[in-house]
């Protein structure tokens, strides 16, 4: 099995150098917002987070492709970066702290690209989230100061915590229903939003979430970092990892109950 240990320290000094550009535009008065053609925002902070990170990848990794969220695809390979430099953008210009920076490492295998090592990193919430294939997932403040992560032993929905982003969506995929009647079995629903849901199933703290809408930029790093802590990461439709433009993810005892209400199979 490849190791993938290198990468992963390399995804952390990526991290390290995107906190620095997030942080110092975090809250400022003047920070210039646009809006996209697909009406969602992007700040300066997000192109200049992306930029920074696709120069440090072209210079140490040159023959490794590169997809992000603000400047699309550079290069071909078996390898790919995938980047949301600012997932949760609409929170960071709101000032409120629950946002991320995304990096994941994919490697090319039979049904596609899969996330091999994936970073998590949140410095306003003051935390960072990691994972390689085969290695486990973590969480800490750095490589050499950090707690596996595992997912919960929860096995009855009406036990379970349940998170998702917003309500926007399942009706157009047309599983409002299925959706509000997932709220109704479980123990406990909460709106965390972005990537949050995903690393507090890998830590335990929530048993599953579900999103009806993702780029798969949104979903890379929280696949491997899910999968490695002993659940699973699916799309809607119950296809492995982060390619059906849609997740579901859980301790993996409550998937199949997920997906099937999500689903209309109950």
């Not at 550079?74 to 409120?96: H, L």
């Not at 990537?195 to 507090?200: D, K």
Request: proline share 5%; hydrophobic share 40%.
């Amino acid at each position: 099995m490849a190791d993938y240990l290198d990468d992963l320290r390399f995804a952390h000094v990526l991290a390290d150098a995107a906190d620095a550009t997030t942080m110092a535009r975090f809250k400022a008065l003047d920070l210039k917002v646009e809006t996209k053609p697909d009406m969602t925002p992007v700040t300066e902070a997000d192109k200049a987070t992306e930029e920074l990170i696709r120069g440090q990848l072209q210079r140490a990794r040159p023959r490794d492709a590169i997809l992000g969220e603000e400047f699309g695809l550079a290069g071909t390979g078996p390898r790919r970066w995938v980047i949301d430099p600012i997932d949760g953008t609409k929170n960071y210009v709101r000032g409120v702290p629950v946002w991320a920076t995304l990096i994941s490492l994919m490697e090319a295998a039979e049904g596609g690209y899969q996330p091999v090592v994936g970073v998590v990193s949140a410095p306003a919430l003051g935390r960072r989230w990691w994972a390689a294939k085969g290695h486990g997932a973590f969480t800490g403040r750095s490589l050499s100061s950090a707690s596996r992560l595992r997912v919960s032993g929860v096995s009855e929905l009406s036990d379970a915590s349940f998170a998702y982003s917003s309500l926007n969506g399942w009706e157009e995929r047309g599983s409002l229903n299925g959706f509000l009647d997932l709220t109704r079995e479980v123990w406990r629903t909460r709106a965390y939003g972005d990537f949050w849901p995903y690393m507090l199933v890998a830590e335990g703290a929530v048993d599953i979430c579900a999103e009806p809408e993702l780029s798969l930029w949104d979903m890379a790093a929280n696949a491997i970092i899910v999968t490695e802590s002993g659940g699973s990461f699916t799309g809607l439709d119950g296809r492995p990892g982060p390619h059906s433009g849609n997740a579901a993810a859980s301790n993996g005892l409550l998937h199949d109950e997920l997906l099937g209400y999500l689903n209309h199979r109950y």
